[in-house]
């Protein structure tokens, strides 16, 4: 009886020492995890590209190079890993330059994503660091899936977001830029009354009110959402800085959570939007799980928002400061897409990406083992002489512009490669368009990182009220 009792009495205090230890491990684990995916997913990589530019190394240079630096800042460095060859064993993987072989390492089945995976004790450390909140370069992403999984994803996506329903979303995109021209004429003016930060009041929002409509997002959070984008997409990025880091994890998880219930109410009630589209699309009787459309949905924003808020700011300055081109597409706008690439070329949005070997192999001529990571430079690559010629200059009438790799190559090109384009187009065109006289003022500040390449703040001033149409008439007569 007593030994009964006693293991009575022992279950009965087991119990609420055992939740107790519960809570404290949850409290341990809140307060570590973070700290363990920042060591791991950024001061590390961050120490080792410093460590190997203090050496010198080709590699360590350019990643490393300070954050915030305008790419034209690094074109003599791309030349200096063009010289040492197509291949180059830099401090901490092999790096690309060459138009060839960076498409070659993007579209061959011999390399994977998952360029952030670490292994061994870096690689546990991930693992058991690691939180389901929707990252965009995590699994089950299209960013970080290979087949049978992004087969699959990719087709049922783009089901949805095909060229026709870009082609849709054209007069929508259009309407959106006069409305967001006619917002900042009421609130600014034009007669000089500036300055305007154009990346805050126009190139940000336009990506951000299309890439809303686009997930069923109502207007009302638009500016909302326009925060949490900003912060989707420094997580694209490598080597933040701690609080920054957790300024970005807060956001996804603020984003995830709204995204999760968002979702749930397009399942019970449908909207037109392509969001919604997606969540009913299938093949074979099979569709997404929830976890894999919060990744897609996520991937859209994240992506969608950032690479069109660069291309739009990168392409201002550069038509800014190239006037001789921007006369150019004003007698002939039919040159505008043309222009779109060619502003992709020479500024791209995203720096680089990076491959894993996934057995042993060989580019031009190097043998590389597997597990070994291919850094590929896309700006340096849009810059080859063997493909571009005169590579430096920026010229909208550039017959190849399009051969440029900045959305990628092979299985991961960009989903949203039409979608960039199309809002470049019209959000470019519509902005000279209205303002005949725009100008930039001195200080433009480029955005505080590595590999995101795009304006964080580009203050102008609009010019004195009479557009382009109102001087000449239709552009081109």
Same mark, same amino acid.
């Given at each position: 009886?007593?030994?009964?009792?006693?293991?009575?009495?022992?279950?009965?205090?087991?119990?609420?020492?055992?939740?107790?230890?519960?809570?404290?491990?949850?409290?341990?684990? #809140?307060?570590?995890?973070?700290?363990?995916?920042?060591?791991?997913?950024?001061?590390?990589?961050?120490?080792?590209?410093?460590?190997?530019?203090?050496?010198?190394?080709?590699?360590?240079?350019?990643?490393?190079?300070?954050?915030?630096?305008?790419?034209?800042?690094?074109?003599?460095?791309?030349?200096?890993?063009?010289?040492?060859?197509?291949?180059?064993?830099?401090?901490?993987?092999?790096?690309?330059?060459?138009?060839?072989?960076?498409?070659?390492?993007?579209?061959?089945?011999?390399?994977?994503?998952?360029?952030?995976?670490?292994?061994?004790?870096?690689?546990?450390?991930?693992?058991?660091?690691?939180?389901?909140?929707?990252?965009?370069?995590?699994?089950?992403?299209?960013?970080?899936?290979?087949?049978?999984?992004?087969?699959?994803?990719?087709?049922?996506?783009?089901?949805?977001?095909?060229?026709?329903?870009?082609?849709?979303?054209?007069?929508?995109?259009?309407?959106?830029?006069?409305?967001?021209?006619?917002?900042?004429?009421?609130?600014?003016?034009?007669?000089?009354?500036?300055?305007?930060?154009?990346?805050?009041?126009?190139?940000?929002?336009?990506?951000?009110?299309?890439?809303?409509?686009?997930?069923?997002?109502?207007?009302?959070?638009?500016?909302?959402?326009?925060?949490?984008?900003?912060? #989707?997409?420094?997580?694209?990025?490598?080597?933040?800085?701690?609080?920054?880091?957790?300024?970005?994890?807060?956001?996804?998880?603020?984003?995830?959570?709204?995204?999760?219930?968002?979702?749930?109410?397009?399942?019970?009630?449908?909207?037109?939007?392509?969001?919604?589209?997606?969540? #009913?699309?299938?093949?074979?009787?099979?569709?997404?799980?929830?976890?894999?459309?919060?990744?897609?949905?996520?991937?859209?924003?994240?992506?969608?928002?950032?690479?069109?808020?660069?291309?739009?700011?990168?392409?201002?300055?550069?038509?800014?400061?190239?006037?001789?081109?921007?006369?150019?597409?004003?007698?002939?706008?039919?040159?505008?897409?043309?222009?779109?690439?060619?502003?992709?070329?020479?500024?791209?949005?995203?720096?680089?990406?990076?491959?894993?070997?996934?057995?042993?192999?060989?580019?031009?001529?190097?043998?590389?083992?597997?597990?070994?990571?291919?850094?590929?430079?896309?700006?340096?690559?849009?810059?080859?002489?063997?493909?571009?010629?005169?590579?430096?200059?920026?010229?909208?009438?550039?017959?190849?512009?399009?051969?440029?790799?900045?959305?990628? #190559?092979?299985?991961?090109?960009?989903?949203?490669?039409?979608?960039?384009?199309?809002?470049?187009?019209?959000?470019?065109?519509?902005?000279?368009?209205?303002?005949?006289?725009?100008?930039?003022?001195?200080?433009?500040?480029?955005?505080?990182?590595?590999?995101?390449?795009?304006?964080?703040?580009?203050?102008?001033?609009?010019?004195?009220?009479?557009?382009?149409?109102?001087?000449?008439?239709?552009?081109?007569?």
């Amino acid at each position: 009886m007593l030994r009964l009792a006693n293991s009575g009495g022992e279950r009965r205090l087991l119990g609420p020492l055992r939740r107790v230890e519960r809570g404290v491990r949850d409290q341990v684990d #809140a307060r570590v995890k973070p700290v363990v995916r920042w060591g791991v997913g950024q001061a590390l990589p961050r120490a080792a590209m410093r460590g190997a530019a203090r050496k010198g190394d080709l590699q360590g240079r350019l990643i490393g190079a300070s954050p915030g630096v305008h790419t034209e800042e690094l074109h003599g460095l791309f030349e200096e890993v063009r010289a040492a060859g197509p291949v180059h064993k830099g401090g901490f993987s092999y790096v690309t330059v060459s138009h060839q072989h960076v498409r070659e390492v993007l579209s061959s089945n011999d390399f994977r994503t998952g360029i952030l995976e670490g292994r061994g004790v870096i690689g546990r450390l991930g693992a058991w660091s690691a939180t389901d909140v929707f990252n965009p370069v995590q699994p089950p992403s299209l960013l970080a899936t290979e087949p049978p999984d992004h087969t699959r994803y990719r087709k049922l996506v783009t089901r949805v977001f095909s060229a026709r329903a870009v082609a849709g979303l054209r007069s929508r995109t259009e309407q959106i830029a006069t409305e967001l021209l006619d917002d900042l004429d009421a609130r600014d003016g034009r007669a000089g009354e500036g300055p305007v930060d154009l990346i805050t009041s126009y190139c940000g929002l336009l990506p951000v009110t299309v890439i809303s409509e686009i997930l069923g997002v109502p207007t009302e959070l638009r500016e909302w959402m326009l925060e949490r984008g900003a912060a #989707a997409g420094a997580s694209l990025d490598l080597g933040l800085g701690w609080r920054r880091f957790r300024e970005v994890e807060t956001a996804l998880a603020e984003f995830d959570t709204w995204l999760t219930g968002h979702l749930k109410r397009l399942r019970a009630q449908p909207g037109d939007d392509l969001l919604s589209q997606l969540v #009913a699309v299938s093949e074979d009787g099979r569709g997404l799980n929830d976890q894999e459309l919060r990744a897609t949905a996520g991937l859209v924003f994240a992506a969608g928002f950032e690479t069109t808020v660069n291309l739009l700011g990168n392409g201002i300055a550069l038509l800014c400061d190239h006037p001789d081109q921007l006369a150019l597409l004003r007698a002939r706008p039919e040159l505008w897409p043309n222009a779109v690439d060619e502003i992709l070329r020479l500024d791209p949005p995203v720096l680089l990406t990076g491959r894993v070997a996934a057995r042993d192999t060989e580019v031009a001529g190097v043998r590389i083992g597997e597990g070994a990571v291919v850094t590929t430079v896309l700006a340096a690559a849009n810059l080859d002489p063997d493909v571009f010629a005169d590579p430096h200059t920026f010229d909208v009438t550039r017959e190849n512009a399009r051969e440029h790799i900045s959305f990628s #190559a092979g299985r991961h090109y960009c989903l949203g490669a039409q979608l960039a384009r199309m809002e470049g187009e019209v959000g470019l065109r519509a902005v000279f368009d209205r303002y005949a006289d725009l100008r930039l003022l001195p200080g433009r500040v480029r955005r505080p990182t590595r590999i995101l390449r795009g304006y964080e703040h580009l203050p102008a001033v609009l010019g004195d009220g009479e557009s382009v149409d109102d001087r000449v008439g239709p552009i081109g007569a």
